[in-house]
């Protein structure tokens, strides 16, 4: 079964602290992806990487960055934190072979106050 | 531009109820149709993954049905357990990425 491991359920942070949050996936899978999911808005793409090192802007990237220094890790960096990205984060991975579904991590609630 | 819309927004079942849940999707090119299940507070779990218009996929209560414009998710004699919001999201011809619906709420009461 694919594992993917997101460092912490539930995080509460602090309007302007830096903030990091971690995912692992155990299966060898070249494509990662960080998510953020609110109400009404559905999941919406932050940044990916189809290998380390590499990163893509995905449709909200802003506030955000990325690290890819091993395949197995993908880390979201919250480089000032403000209360508008209170929200639930979703890590995904994927193989890069055509039409690989993407297997979900559990998520960390982020709170910022 | 991709779009993925799915129907109802929430949908009140019955146990026992069978229904159908909706996918709508635009891509040029599809190289996957996905469908997921998420229960609150957890991440979205895989169920099926469609290829081709006809293709059809199982498991226990779900049926997942593919057509060149759209997926059902069909549900037979649904229980509680089966409540959660189940995601649809397809996968254009290059990249990875995918597009996801904004799901359909399923509850069934005993």
């Known amino acids: 079964d694919v594992k993917v491991t997101q460092s912490s359920r539930y995080l509460v942070k602090r309007t302007g602290e830096k903030v990091f949050l971690e995912c692992v996936q155990d299966?060898?899978?070249?494509?990662m992806f960080w998510y953020r999911q609110d109400p009404g808005l559905g999941l919406r793409l932050i940044y990916f990487?189809?290998?380390?090192?590499?990163?893509e802007k995905g449709d909200i990237p802003e506030g955000y960055s990325v690290s890819r220094e091993k395949k197995e890790r993908f880390s979201l960096i919250l480089e000032s934190a403000s209360t508008n990205q209170t929200s639930m984060y979703l890590c995904?991975?994927?193989?890069?072979?055509?039409?690989?579904?993407?297997?979900f991590g559990d998520g960390t609630r982020l709170s910022i106050l | 531009e991709d779009q993925v819309t799915q129907s109802p927004e929430a949908l009140r079942l019955q146990e026992g109820e069978s229904s159908s849940l909706n996918c709508s999707y635009t891509v040029s090119g599809l190289r996957g149709l996905f469908w997921y299940r998420q229960d609150p507070g957890k991440g979205p779990e895989f169920l099926f993954t469609?290829?081709?218009a006809g293709e059809e996929k199982e498991k226990e209560r779900l049926k997942a049905t593919l057509t060149k414009k759209e997926s059902f998710l069909h549900i037979t004699a649904p229980k509680p357990e089966d409540s959660a919001t189940y995601l649809c999201a397809v996968r254009p011809p290059s990249g990875s990425r995918l597009t996801f619906g904004e799901g359909t709420q399923l509850t069934v009461n005993p």
């Open positions: 469609l290829y081709s």
């Open positions: 995904a991975s994927s193989q890069s072979r055509g039409g690989q579904p993407q297997h």
């Open positions: 990487s189809y290998d380390v090192k590499m990163k």
């Open positions: 299966m060898d899978h070249e494509n």
